[in-house]
């Protein structure tokens, strides 16, 4: 969807669901954009170290096959590198996330088969407002003002669907897997949809201690602004008369 669409969308979904912070979007592109930060230190470092950048600053964050000396995930679970199995040990042993090698290795395979090939060379994370209008926006991650408004965007999810119980998903995945791998997977589905993340124990060291994401692909957000009127966000549940 492009960004012009998508800002437009933003517009209107701001009339009734307050976030925290700016939207953010991301874009694949054959262009080395200037001005982008990359990963430049010698030293291991989160890809949610320069998220405070993005949203405060407006820079904008260029993900490739070259990491240098920087957390692999994004590289690998971007599609850009493979997966490499390294019989559970990191997740099991070093993370203690997994109970045992056993489980952490089903943890691989279950996520390497929703690892998807990027369009092009280089993929950007950007604040929606900053990108250009031409940009083709794959995910949107959204970040909630608070669980009221949280549970909007939950029930938008919802609202037209067949199925009530799990539109909305909150897995077991690291930061950067919640942020863009499994939500641009659910693009290519006919009913796509929407990824609550955020919870790597991890990653919560480096961001605000109030903040999740809610993240879906730009196709399905348009669908879900598109159905706000007549909606229950289109009510006012705080006069007895708005039923």
Do not use: H
């Not at 199995?85 to 390497?112: C, H, Q, T």
């Not at 609202?159 to 998903?169: F, G, I, P």
């Amino acid at each position: 969807m492009k960004s012009v669409e998508v800002k437009k969308r933003i517009s209107e979904l701001s009339e009734t669901v307050s976030l925290k912070y700016p939207a953010i979007g991301w874009y694949f592109s054959s262009e080395e954009i200037e001005n982008s930060l990359v990963f430049q230190n010698k030293k291991w470092v989160c890809m949610f170290m320069y998220l405070k950048a993005v949203l405060e600053k407006g820079r904008r964050v260029r993900y490739s096959d070259d990491n240098n000396k920087a957390c692999t995930g994004p590289s690998k679970y971007f599609g850009f590198r493979d997966l490499e199995d390294d019989d559970g040990e990191f997740i099991a042993d070093v993370e203690r996330l997994k109970k045992n090698r056993d489980l952490a290795r089903l943890y691989y395979n279950e996520s390497l088969k929703r690892i998807c090939p990027p369009k092009e060379k280089y993929l950007y994370m950007e604040r929606i407002i900053d990108i250009d209008d031409d940009k083709e926006i794959e995910v949107i991650n959204f970040f909630p003002a608070d669980i009221t408004n949280l549970t909007k965007l939950v029930g938008l999810s919802v609202y037209d669907r067949v199925a009530n119980m799990d539109n909305v998903l909150a897995p077991f995945a690291s930061g950067c897997q919640a942020v863009f791998t499994l939500p641009y997977r659910e693009k290519f589905k006919d009913t796509p949809k929407s990824i609550l993340g955020l919870g790597d124990q991890l990653v919560r060291n480096f961001i605000p201690k109030d903040m999740v994401s809610f993240s879906i692909p730009s196709n399905r957000f348009v669908e879900m602004v598109d159905n706000i009127k007549g909606s229950f966000l289109d009510k006012d549940f705080k006069s007895p008369r708005g039923f």
